[in-house]
């Protein structure tokens, strides 16, 4: 997930400028982002505009208008399918506060509708965007915790009192969305109880259990009838436990444990230890989830909180609504995703943040390290490494045993043979640390490296241009080129679809295989009558 928070060129309208939604017109106006502000409330809409100065404007002009990509909706809850639906028909990306809508079946049709329109749909599950939990994640793919086998939640405060949803909708969402997360599952189980003390069939309190496919179990404990604020989450694993207490300090609002339990002749002992402070960068998540909304936009990514995650949690509360209407356990069947999402093998590893594109597919033992995007409909071949924030673009296909380093950016199909090879640095040593003297290497759109390749450092790599099996690139490659050997040297010309163009002198050629004609100018070929890309 990238979470660059730097002005973007994408513009959004915010529809909702309530409690939540003047916090989101603020960040988004930080952003560089705002285009419009849109209210049921005139009187809220023209303030909100005043003190932004932006447009307040209808719903429908919104829709309407070709300048603005995205709308972010934080209306009342109950309105958030019908005004998602009419925006995704309209051709915008959207931006929904939780949850995504209040059945399921509008859920999934959200989610269909996005896909089919290729629009980003992302649900406000805040809390996924908060650093400690980011870095709480990280640190669970990394094995710091061992298998998680428990972990529950509390959210509780004195207010907002609420007449129209319940606490377990208002503030469980997020729990939900968190431990889903963690878990690496949906529940195949699900129970709850509510209380009522203030309105009639609103329940005040609640508690929800969840079990997972592995046994692993979860409780959420959500409150708005609490003398004082608590947002803690525990995550207890066979390997290490954590405490995530958004209450507490930057200092101490993640802290881990090593294991806590003694094994002697077969039988558990207690073994305490001393709480660990996690550093974190102390961000804040608005602008974090907001800042990744843009650049999903602008990259036609994939969100953290896509609109299949949006469903899965929604199917939770559904559930656990059901269970405590009901009485008793909801069995859960496993969830029919929406056909486009990423595919990433169990054996491969994704740190957050990064931003994963729709129909990529990453496979065996590959891990994609944090802060790095991948684009749409790329194939992540067994044992690549990328990262940490590297940049790669749509339909790009790198094949097995390539690491990606630091510095490193493919444009939009870009080929990487087996076993080729990217540095980042022209003098490493095992005892010196040269971080600071990477030197970026640029392949551009279409370029084709061929297995055992080697790319030094601080070159770039031009459109549709050809690198040979083994060859050592160091220095840049012309567009069109085909370089061969160690080092690598200019051999001749290909076309954008790969054949070799003719050889020897000549001002004018065509491709003769795709009829394409190309123009030269010394080192210099360019396609005739059709823009290069």
């Not at 939990?133 to 094995?143: I, P, S, V």
């Not at 129209?164 to 939900?176: G, I, T």
């Not at 045993?401 to 990217?422: K, Q």
């Amino acid at each position: 997930m990238n979470t660059n928070t730097k002005t973007v060129a994408s513009r959004v309208a915010v529809v909702g400028c309530g409690h939540w939604g003047k916090n989101l017109t603020r960040v988004m106006h930080e952003l560089g982002a705002l285009a419009a502000v849109v209210d049921r409330s005139d009187r809220t809409a023209a303030a909100m505009a005043e003190k932004f100065q932006v447009p307040a404007r209808s719903l429908g002009q919104v829709l309407a208008d070709d300048a603005i990509d995205g709308v972010v909706i934080a209306a009342p809850a109950a309105q958030h399918h019908d005004i998602a639906h009419e925006a995704l028909l309209a051709g915008k990306h959207v931006f929904v506060e939780k949850p995504l809508a209040l059945k399921v079946s509008e859920a999934e049709e959200l989610a269909r509708l996005a896909a089919g329109r290729g629009r980003v749909l992302m649900v406000g599950h805040l809390m996924r965007y908060h650093p400690a939990f980011l870095e709480l994640l990280r640190l669970r793919q990394q094995g710091e915790l061992g298998h998680i086998r428990y972990a529950y939640s509390h959210r509780l405060n004195l207010g907002k009192f609420r007449t129209e949803e319940n606490s377990l909708w208002s503030f469980a969402p997020h729990d939900v969305s968190m431990i889903l997360a963690l878990m690496g599952a949906e529940p195949v189980s699900v129970s709850a109880f509510g209380h009522c003390y203030l309105t009639r069939s609103v329940a005040d309190v609640t508690t929800t259990h969840m079990i997972f496919p592995g046994g692993e179990a979860a409780h959420i404990h959500v409150s708005w009838l609490h003398p004082f604020k608590e947002q803690r989450l525990v995550v207890v694993g066979d390997g290490g436990m954590a405490v995530f207490d958004d209450g507490l300090g930057w200092e101490a609002k993640l802290r881990l444990y090593s294991a806590q339990i003694a094994w002697r002749e077969g039988l558990p002992f207690p073994d305490p230890s001393e709480a660990r402070p996690v550093p974190l960068d102390p961000s804040e998540p608005l602008r974090l989830e907001c800042g990744h909304f843009l650049d999903c936009i602008a990259r036609g990514a994939t969100p953290v909180t896509d609109g299949a995650e949006g469903v899965a949690v929604l199917r939770v509360l559904d559930a656990a609504q059901r269970s405590m209407e009901g009485g008793g356990a909801v069995v859960l069947a496993p969830s029919v995703r929406t056909g486009n999402e990423p595919v990433i093998h169990p054996t491969a590893e994704v740190d957050t943040p990064c931003v994963i594109g729709a129909g990529t597919r990453i496979w065996h033992f590959s891990h994609v390290l944090a802060g790095s995007s991948i684009g749409r409909d790329c194939v992540i071949g067994q044992n690549v490494s990328i990262g940490p924030n590297v940049s790669i673009g749509d339909n790009c296909k790198i094949q097995n045993n390539v690491s990606v380093y630091a510095g490193v950016t493919l444009e939009d199909g870009v080929f990487c043979g087996p076993s080729m090879v990217f540095t980042n640095v022209m003098n490493p040593r095992a005892e010196i640390s040269r971080k600071h003297e990477f030197r970026p290497t640029l392949v551009r759109r279409g370029a084709s490296i061929g297995a055992n390749a080697t790319v030094v450092c601080g070159r770039t790599i031009g459109r549709w241009a050809f690198v040979g099996a083994g060859s050592v690139v160091t220095r840049d490659v012309p567009d069109h080129a085909l370089v061969i050997g160690n080092p690598a040297r200019l051999k001749g010309w290909v076309c954008r679809c790969g054949e070799r163009l003719p050889g020897g002198e000549w001002s004018g050629a065509a491709c003769p295989s795709c009829g394409q004609r190309y123009g030269r100018d010394g080192d210099r070929v360019a396609m005739v009558g059709t823009e290069e890309e």
